[in-house]
C-alpha cells in the first residue's frame, strides 16, 4: 500500500486554492517529496505531514514551477528544522538548476547543514526497499532529462495459515521463515517447503506518477494496468494546440491514455487556473468515468485495485 498526499496541484502559478506542484508518496517509513514548487514548506506544515523524515525528493523535471520550494525548504532546514540528511534524484537538466538554485543562491559557499546528495538518475530502479521498487522513465516534456516515477511492491506468495494448520506447523518463528521463503524442520522431524504453505504469487500495488508531459505513446507499456495514475492535465480540449505547443496534457487526453493503459485509477493534477475544476473534471469523466481532480491536501491510499481517500490531520494554528 501507498499513500499520496497532494500538497500544490496548480499548473505553472499558484492560484487562490492551489499551491504549486508537490506531492509526497508513503511506504512505511519511507517518505518521497515529488518536486517542490515554491510554497511547498508552508503546505508541508498545513498538511500536518511536517519535516520529520521528509529527505527523498523526486524531481520530474528542472521548471521553475516544479523547483523553487527547494530553495526555501533548504533554507529552513539551515535553520530551524533538522533532518539527518537530504537527498535529491533526477534528471541531469534539473539536478543543474537545482544546483545552481542551492548552492548557488541558498549556500554560496556555506556548508549545507546536513549532509546533501543529488543523485542523477537514468532509466530504471534507483532504490530497493525491503518489498518495493522505485524507478525512473524517460518522459517527453519541454526540455530535456523529465522523467516519471514508478513505486511498485514486489511481487509476494501469501501465507495460507489453512495449509499451516492442517499440517501442524506451531506458530512462532519457523512460520516466519516459511513466509521469507526458507524450509523448516518440525520437532517431530519432519520437513516443511514454503511451496507447502504458500499461495501463488500476487502482483503487488503499482503507482505511477508521471508529472508534465507531452506526448504518452512510450509511456503505454509502464502505465499498462496499474493501480493509479497521476497525471496532468494542464489544458481542456479547445486549447489543444495550446497544450501541443508547450508540451502538456489536455483532461480528455490524459483520460483516454489511461483508458487505452486500463489503469484502475485515474487521478489528475497540475491544473491550469484559467479553467474551473468542474469543467476539468467533466472533460476527464466523459472518457475515464473514475476520474478524480486533485485538490491541495487531498490524501489517498493506493492499493491493489483500490483508491480511498483520507483525511489528513491538518494543522490547525489558532
Ligand atoms: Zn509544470
Ligand atoms: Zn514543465
Redesign the pocket.
Known amino acids: 500500500m501507498f499513500e499520496i498526499v497532494f500538497l500544490g496541484t496548480s499548473a505553472s502559478a499558484p492560484s487562490i486554492h492551489r499551491g504549486l506542484s508537490a506531492q509526497v508518496v508513503m511506504h512505511d517509513e519511507y517518505r518521497f517529496l515529488i518536486d517542490c514548487g515554491e510554497g511547498t514548506q508552508r503546505q508541508i506544515l498545513q498538511s500536518g505531514l511536517g519535516f520529520k523524515r521528509l529527505n527523498r525528493i523526486l524531481i520530474t ?1 528542472g ?1 521553475l ?2 523547483i523553487l520550494g527547494l530553495a526555501g525548504l533548504l533554507s529552513t532546514y539551515m535553520r530551524w528544522e533538522t533532518i539527518d540528511s537530504l537527498e535529491i534524484y533526477g534528471g541531469k537538466w534539473a539536478l543543474e538548476r537545482v544546483r545552481d538554485l542551492l548552492f548557488g543562491v541558498v549556500l554560496r559557499g556555506a556548508q549545507p547543514p546536513m549532509p546533501l546528495h543529488l543523485y542523477e538518475i537514468d532509466a530504471g530502479i534507483f532504490l530497493e526497499g525491503d518489498d518495493f521498487n522505485l524507478s525512473a522513465f524517460p518522459v517527453w ?2 526540455g530535456p532529462d523529465c522523467y516519471g516515477y514508478l513505486f511498485e511492491e514486489k511481487a509476494r506468495r501469501p501465507f495460507l495459515p489453512e495449509k499451516a494448520e492442517a499440517l501442524g506447523i506451531p506458530n512462532g518463528p519457523c512460520r516466519k521463515d516459511l513466509v521469507n521463503g526458507q524450509a523448516v524442520t518440525l520437532p517431530d522431524g519432519r520437513v516443511i517447503l514454503p511451496e507447502q504453505v504458500l499461495g501463488s504469487e500476487k502482483p503487488g500495488t503499482r503507482l505511477v506518477h508521471i508529472g ?1 508531459v507531452g506526448r504518452t505513446s512510450e509511456l503505454v507499456e509502464i502505465c499498462r494496468g496499474v493501480d493509479t495514475l497521476v497525471m496532468e492535465a494542464t489544458y481542456l480540449e479547445e486549447e489543444t494546440e495550446m497544450a501541443k505547443q508547450f508540451g502538456h496534457m489536455t483532461a480528455k487526453g490524459a483520460a483516454e491514455f489511461a483508458l487505452a493503459c486500463g489503469v484502475k485509477h485515474l487521478i489528475l493534477t497540475h491544473v491550469s487556473r484559467r479553467y474551473r475544476e468542474r469543467d476539468v473534471l467533466a472533460e476527464a469523466r466523459s472518457i475515464f468515468p473514475a476520474a478524480v481532480v486533485a485538490r491541495d491536501f487531498d490524501a489517498f491510499q493506493v492499493k491493489r485495485d483500490e483508491l480511498t481517500e483520507f483525511e489528513l490531520h491538518q494543522e490547525d494554528e489558532t
Open positions: 523535471h521548471h514551477d516544479h516534456h519541454r508534465d
